[in-house]
């Protein structure tokens, strides 16, 4: 089942977490800074983690530079 999310990132944060707002939104906390692509690393990551999958099948399809990204979870 491919299914694509909306993440709003929060970088830098004290502590990594995932909050679920609603079945295609979330709020992902990672500590790591947005420097050489080491935030998207994190959330992909976590990601991963969450649902339960391996990183590789983890996406992100847009906002690579940006806050708020579309992620699609294969």
């Given at each position: 089942m491919i299914m694509k999310i909306f993440v709003k990132v929060k970088p830098g944060a004290k502590k990594e977490e995932i909050v679920k707002i609603d079945e295609t939104h979330y709020i992902v906390s990672v500590k790591e800074p947005p420097v050489?692509?080491?935030?998207?690393?994190?959330?992909?990551?976590?990601?991963a983690v969450y649902f339960k999958t391996s990183p590789p099948r983890v996406n992100i399809l847009s906002g690579q530079t940006s806050k708020q990204k579309i992620v699609e979870i294969l």
């Open positions: 050489n692509g080491r935030a998207n690393a994190a959330i992909i990551k976590a990601l």
